[in-house]
């Protein structure tokens, strides 16, 4: 599913797949005394992912603290505490290295897509191939509820143009000078776009 996509490129869980089983070791936390505030997304994320190193389990990123960071920064702040939910539904499954949630956890999951779609930047989904004679490329992204669009083209022996489209409305044109040529928030559109 593409909401699934988006959410896993969010987060970054791409590991190998595994079965709906949780993992019944047990995860080293508990002791005497400490704090009785909840965890915060930053420490459930970097459970998770050190869960996933414990099993050898393929992870993007062995530095699990920036990593986490990293993925949540792009959450947003608005959906921390939702994607900081899905690593802790997610932490019993760690053993078998998921690439997707779980099934138990495909309500959390669609609540922090939802949360990303209406706070902070989806995942962009590409088409075609910029470059030199004449070819087309595109993208879409969806943004704090807002969806921008690029329609890029360059024409045999001519300089590349790209349509900028918000919400199915062309915004205006500039022109495309870069490798990033139809990435929306890197293209010459964003001068019409300004995403945060």
């Known amino acids: ?11 970054g869980l791409l590991a190998a797949c595994g079965p709906d089983e949780p993992d019944n070791e047990p995860d080293g936390s508990g002791g005497s005394g400490g ?10 994320c970097m459970d998770f992912c050190d869960r996933l190193n414990a099993n050898d389990c393929d992870t993007p990123a062995a530095d699990c603290a920036a990593g986490c960071r990293d993925r949540l920064q792009r959450v947003g702040a608005e959906c921390e505490d939702l994607a900081g939910a899905l690593f ?18 495909e309500g959390v999951q669609k609540e922090v897509e939802s949360c990303i779609e209406l706070h902070g930047c989806g995942g962009e989904v590409c088409s075609g191939g910029g470059g030199l004679e004449g070819k087309m490329c595109g993208c879409e992204l969806t943004c704090e509820g807002k969806r921008y669009e690029t329609q890029c083209e360059t024409p045999a022996e001519g300089a590349p143009t ?7 409305v062309e915004v205006g044109t500039c022109a495309g000078e870069s490798a990033d040529l ?15």
């Open 35 to 44: 704090s009785d505030s909840a965890p915060t997304a930053e420490q459930q």
């Open 162 to 168: 790209c349509a900028c489209i918000v919400d199915g």
């Open 182 to 196: 139809c990435n929306v928030k890197q293209s010459c559109c964003q001068e019409y776009f300004d995403i945060p």
């Open 88 to 105: 802790t539904c997610m932490l019993p499954f760690a053993a078998s290295c998921p690439d997707e949630p779980p099934s138990v956890c």
């Open 1 to 11: 599913m593409l909401g699934k996509a988006l959410l896993l490129g969010a987060i």
